[in-house]
């Protein structure tokens, strides 16, 4: 039972550029929650996922960032115009009933 | 100002030392929740403290909730080099259960 995946690993990217963090949740979790870890410090939730739904982005940045979760497929989280502030570490977490499950991370770094 | 602040910030000791770190609020909660999150991995969860006052125990773990449900503690027994690393505590908030993390305490344990 393979857990939470995520790809890639690392990811760089110069200004400008576009950035697209991948994440397959475990198999049966319908729930996708996506959190940034900026370096030295603790995790801050971003946005909250269900199938096709956006639940809760109040930790959106309002610009630039957006999320999806299809019908099928993994959930995107995707940055627009990268800047170097937006170099962290971002981590998804599934969930179906209890307990939030997270993956691996993609660490970003903006060249 | 974090919901909730971890102390301390950083802890360096020798293996076979006893350490207390802490996490501390001037809000209820309903629950608390404890990680570890090792370099270059996503955090796991270590347990969930739910009645104020109550202790749960995890091998040399002790974990305890504050009678008044606001802060908690993880005390470590006889540390070891394999406990090393980032120790947050975090809150369940919303009708979305987005988790709350605190600063985090980030543990080294010397051979």
């Known amino acids: 039972n393979a857990g939470v995946m995520q790809n890639p690993r690392h990811l760089v990217r110069r200004r400008g550029q576009e950035a697209r963090l991948r994440c397959s949740p475990m198999k049966g979790h319908s729930h996708v929650y996506w959190y940034r870890q900026l370096p030295e410090e603790g995790l801050k939730f971003m946005v909250y996922?269900?199938?096709?739904?956006?639940?809760?982005e109040s930790g959106m940045p309002k610009e630039r960032f957006s999320a999806e979760f299809p019908k099928e497929g993994p959930s995107i989280l995707r940055i627009q115009q990268v800047v170097r502030g937006d170099s962290a570490a971002y981590f998804c977490?599934?969930?179906?009933?209890?307990?939030?499950?997270f993956g691996p991370g993609t660490r970003l770094t903006v060249l | 100002t974090q919901l909730l602040e971890q102390s301390p910030q950083f802890l360096s000791i020798q293996e076979g030392e006893n350490l207390t770190v802490y996490c501390n609020s001037s809000?209820?909660?309903?629950?608390l929740q404890w990680y570890r999150q090792e370099p270059g991995e996503g955090p796991v969860l270590l347990v969930t403290v739910v009645t104020g006052g109550e202790v749960k125990k995890l091998k040399r773990l002790t974990f305890q909730f504050g009678d008044a449900r606001k802060d908690s503690s993880l005390h470590i027994t006889a540390a070891q080099p394999g406990d090393t690393g980032l120790y947050l505590c975090a809150a369940l908030r919303g009708a979305g259960n987005m988790l709350t993390f605190g600063g985090g305490t980030r543990l080294m344990v010397k051979p």
């Open positions: 809000s209820v909660f309903s629950s």
């Open positions: 996922l269900q199938k096709e739904n956006i639940i809760d």
């Open positions: 977490a599934s969930s179906q009933l209890e307990g939030q499950f």
